[in-house]
């Protein structure tokens, strides 16, 4: 229970309805949670707006509703009108859950690519540590091993508070938070300063409608992470993220391969283990190591010297930190799945042309004997990308298998075609089946000894998107049936 007014104090508002000084029990920004004395705020998302659900808001007992724009609901609510709602959210839930941020270790991670892989090293390092850790990411909310599934990289900040609240109730010390470049433009993590700050990367993506206008836009909003941090650790290799070091008020440290740098990996090799494909280097610089890892590339031995420029920043020591990384591996990042048949099988996320290009690279690495990728691309997406993702996959795939990814409210056949144009011109063998069971299937049957296949672009997650539903497909699963469906 707390005062609408008290509640406000942070926030430039107009009271267009009612008494500020009402009570209230509750915030919500979906208007099915609305509860008897709850304040709903009106969020305006790329389908839905939540202005539109106002009346509904109030007709299930919304005490008050903060708009930004003018609505018409009935006279009892009290109606707030803000500059932004997002904004105002966001002041609202740090007041509400009394500030959680300030209680806890904060150590924030942003860049195109590696959040999710780095993030996760850092949760699990701390834990073997012995600290209490929660993760909030792309894989949802971790706490032990209680995992929440979330839809956004970065929740909306009421999600976050709360979050934090219940970290901070458990007695927990640190979270781990991937910060996207929406979280930090929409206003998500307002109000939080994160002790260590992370910029791994930034290459282009999430560059149009409903994400940035343009790569300075982009980058903005990437580097506005180290404005809020007391300490940023950046990757010295990547200009972008050189240039956000400069702009930031923060102390600066660095990782990398090919400059000096307080983290260094040199003589680097790729490893060949009985149960996965790794990486090994000699960590130099502000400490000397050797570190083996349980996943492939070059961009899990940047995400590896993040992780541990993180941990070793906090006050663990470097001899206990490499001995831990050869066991950690990411689902979704590189994950190899065991089957029969003498062929490899991962499961990665890579969902654009840059991941792609990288995680086909890597594995060339290995010297497969065929390269087999499946994958598709998301639907309410940009077009460019599915072009450049078919170019990728024709150019560095010795066969594709073109399928549906999140078609979201596109016909997947209109996807695929887009995905088409692109691997056309690299005269790269190609099929395309829509059907993604079947895709994989179809893979599992064509491989053989010596082949890797990779199904790309779904990683971790467990559903497909179709007009607006989530249907369940875990591509784990899929896996399983094939090998009993086939006899294997």
């Known amino acids: 229970m707390a005062y609408l007014m008290d509640l406000l104090k942070n926030s430039s508002y107009l009271c267009l309805q009612g008494d ?51 609505v018409v ?93 219940k970290m901070v109730d458990l007695g927990y010390d640190f979270c781990v938070m991937e910060v996207s470049s929406q979280g930090l433009k929409t206003h998500r993590v307002d109000g939080i300063t994160y002790d260590i ?18 790569m300075e836009e982009y980058f903005a909003c990437k580097a506005d992470l180290l404005k809020r941090s007391r300490i940023g650790i950046v990757n010295a290799d990547d200009a972008y993220a050189r240039r956000a070091a400069k702009q930031g008020k923060c102390s600066i440290r660095s990782y990398g391969v090919g400059v000096p740098c307080g983290y260094r990996a040199e003589d680097i090799a790729y490893e060949t283990y009985p149960d996965c494909l790794g990486m090994s280097y000699q960590l130099s610089g502000a400490v000397h190591e050797r570190i083996e890892l349980g996943m492939p590339g070059m961009f899990s031995v940047y995400n590896s010297l993040a992780a541990l420029a993180v941990c070793h920043t906090v006050g ?19 994950e190899e799945v065991r089957v029969p048949g003498g062929y490899r099988l991962m499961i990665d996320y890579a969902h654009n042309a840059v991941s792609l290009k990288s995680l086909l690279l890597t594995l060339r690495k290995y010297q497969p004997r065929r390269l087999i990728t499946i994958f598709g691309c998301g639907g309410n997406r940009s077009k460019l990308r599915r072009i450049q993702m078919g170019e990728v996959a024709g150019t560095y795939s010795d066969y594709t298998i073109i399928t549906s990814d999140n078609p979201r409210y596109e016909p997947p056949e209109e996807i695929i075609s887009h995905i088409i144009e692109g691997i056309e011109p690299t005269k790269g063998a190609y099929l395309a ?51 009993r469906q086939y006899h294997y």
């Open 197 to 214: 700050g992370v910029f791994t990367n930034l290459s282009p993506d999430h560059i149009g409608p409903g994400e940035h206008k343009n």
């Open 433 to 483: 089946i829509t059907d993604r069971k079947e895709a994989i299937a179809y893979a599992m049957n064509y491989a053989a000894e010596g082949d890797f296949v990779v199904l790309a672009g779904k990683g971790h997650e467990d559903y497909q998107e179709i007009n607006g539903a989530f249907y369940p497909m875990n591509e784990r699963n899929i896996i399983d049936e094939i090998i």
């Open 316 to 334: 663990i020591p470097m001899s206990a930190l490499g001995k831990q990384l050869r066991n950690i591996k990411v689902r979704g990042r590189s």
């Open 73 to 165: 609901v009935e006279e009892r609510a009290v109606v707030i009108r803000v500059r932004n709602t997002r904004e105002t959210l966001a002041q609202m839930a740090n007041l509400y859950y009394a500030y959680p941020s300030r209680k806890l270790g904060m150590i924030g991670i942003t860049g195109t690519k590696g959040k999710t892989s780095t993030a996760y090293m850092v949760w699990q390092l701390l834990r073997l540590a012995g600290f209490q850790v929660g993760l909030i990411g792309t894989l949802g909310l971790q706490m032990e091993d209680e995992l929440t599934p979330f839809y956004n990289t970065t929740p909306e900040s009421l999600l976050i508070q709360q979050s934090l609240r």
């Open 20 to 70: 500020i000084h009402c009570k209230v029990t509750h915030i919500c920004y979906d208007s099915r949670e609305v509860k008897k004395g709850s304040v709903f705020v009106c969020l305006k998302g790329s389908r839905r707006d939540g202005h539109d659900y106002a009346k509904e808001a109030v007709r299930h007992g919304a005490a008050a509703v903060i708009v930004q724009r003018n």
